[in-house]
């Protein structure tokens, strides 16, 4: 979390086009670069077919609340809506500016990344003997890992999901904090430095809770609290609580 809450931080000291739009420059098409390297690397695998015949199969009977609930919170996380991220980015741009066009070739462009690493992820798993489907943090860390080590040049092609996945994720952070900044900035008169600064160090602590929290009962500091959904209370980790929390309820309301 140190260094990850730092590298943030150092990108946004930049200021908006010394910071952000450089690293976003540099960055963006090598992740659209490592993307495609990964999917013609999956697909080549035996086995990765009948990840492709999964992935674009419609299965109607699996549609239900909780599906659609997951689905609307990791489209409104992806699209940074209900977190001010778009009206932070929206306030930088010129007037001449084509706002309508510009939403529609970010909803493109993000659901096109999706299906590509959808073809990564699938493809390797139906490739993989032994390997199950899952999902969130604990599928990408745990399970993921064994796909990757047991296929053939795994060690490589896990290196670059993984560093594609440390980008992606910077990209992210960098623009959650910039909305922050801005807020303090322009809202309270809080120097960009401090406000960035004072925003990380909270942020990190945060985050140390989380990464000490995250794994069930193998976790670090495995304190729970309770959750609710339709089916009642149950327990779980501060690291699943801030999960569960962002992505099925305060982004969705925020956003209505």
Known sequence: PLLFTLATALVLSGGVSGGIEKFNKLVMPLLLVVLAVLVFATLALPGAMDGVRFLTHVDWSGLNFDLVLSALGQCFFSLSLGMSVMV???????????????????????????????????????????????????????????????????????LLFYLLLLFAALTS????????????????????????????????????????????????????????????????????????????????LAAL
């Open 173 to 252: 952070s960098i623009s959650l904090l910039e909305a922050i900044v801005s807020y303090l900035t322009e809202e309270w008169h809080v120097g960009r430095g401090k406000a960035i600064w004072c925003t990380s160090i909270l942020i990190f602590f945060v985050g140390a809770v989380y990464t000490i929290s995250y794994g069930g009962e193998q976790a670090a500091f495995p304190l729970y609290l309770l959750w609710f959904d339709r089916h009642g209370f149950y327990s779980v980790t501060i690291a699943e609580y801030i999960e569960l929390l962002a992505d099925r309820l305060a982004i969705p």
């Open 88 to 158: 932070t980015y929206g306030s930088y741009l010129s007037r001449q500016e084509n706002l309508v066009s510009n939403v529609w070739v970010i909803c493109l462009i993000d659901t096109a990344v999706a299906f590509l690493s959808g073809f990564i992820v699938v493809p390797a798993i139906f490739a993989t003997p032994g390997a199950e489907m899952g999902g969130g943090g604990s599928f990408t860390f745990t399970a993921l890992t064994g796909v990757f080590a047991s296929m053939p040049g795994g060690v490589y092609v896990g």
